[in-house]
């Protein structure tokens, strides 16, 4: 099955500054690669979302690149703000059948004022 | 606001008790997962329903069991609970067709076992 693994576990950057989150998956079959963020004590919501036809998706201040070759895809916030501080989850998914939305361990992202 | 909506929020019990979470998906979405949360952890997958049928099951306990009804609201049944039970479960949907791949979460029930 899918394996995620997601780094850093923590990341603390200056306000104003970037963050930078990677993930690497295992199944090559895996071509749907979503982000998601989650508050304390709230509901994961989807941020992002790429599918392997595409290398870049950008979205105002937020954009992930997919490396289909290396199998890893990762997460860029930048111009970061208070507000952007919270758990972010990578997530990958086969495009077929039943298979299910593996997540990698969350990095836990603060902004420092 | 996602769409999907859990009830209760909060739910406190006993060890060895029995308690039934609820989830509505959003409108027309006719999958539903399940994912239980435990304190600072990651989303653990239960679960998933298509239409009333179970479609894959993840990490789940013999204690858990799930269904989803003609309605399209699903259920999430744990029995005998444990102190380890405690967590936070989430339910989520995802549409059919160009954005099958999606899933939308909702706000979750909050397990609490003493």
């Known amino acids: 099955g899918e394996n995620v693994e997601q780094h850093p576990s923590t990341l603390s950057v200056q306000e104003g500054d970037s963050a930078v989150i990677k993930c690497t998956y295992s199944?090559?079959?895996?071509?749907?690669f979503p982000w998601y963020k989650q508050e304390l004590g709230k509901r994961p919501q989807l941020i992002i979302d790429?599918?392997?036809?595409?290398g870049e998706k950008k979205d105002q201040r937020i954009a992930v690149t997919l490396n289909k070759t290396a199998k890893h895809f990762s997460l860029h916030i930048t111009e970061t703000q208070p507000e952007d501080s919270a758990v972010y989850f990578c997530a990958a998914k086969p495009n077929f059948g039943n298979e299910k939305l593996t997540f990698g361990t969350g990095t836990r992202l603060t902004i420092i004022p | 606001d996602s769409g999907v909506t859990q009830t209760p929020k909060h739910l406190i019990t006993a060890t060895g008790q029995r308690v039934t979470l609820r989830c509505s998906p959003r409108?027309?979405?006719?999958?539903v997962y399940w994912y239980q949360q435990s304190l600072d952890q990651g989303l653990q997958f239960l679960i998933h329903?298509?239409?009333?049928?179970?479609?894959a099951k993840g990490n789940i306990l013999e204690r858990f069991s799930a269904q989803q009804f003609p309605d399209l609201h699903s259920e999430l049944n744990l029995s005998s609970l444990e102190l380890g039970d405690s967590a936070l479960y989430f339910c989520?949907?995802?549409?059919?067709?160009?954005?099958?791949?999606?899933?939308?979460f909702g706000p979750g029930t909050r397990l609490t076992v003493l």
């Open positions: 329903y298509y239409n009333g049928e179970e479609r």
């Open positions: 989520a949907s995802s549409p059919q067709g160009q954005g099958k791949h999606t899933q939308y």
């Open positions: 790429i599918r392997s036809n595409v």
């Open positions: 409108s027309g979405d006719l999958s």
């Open positions: 199944d090559s079959a895996s071509n749907y």
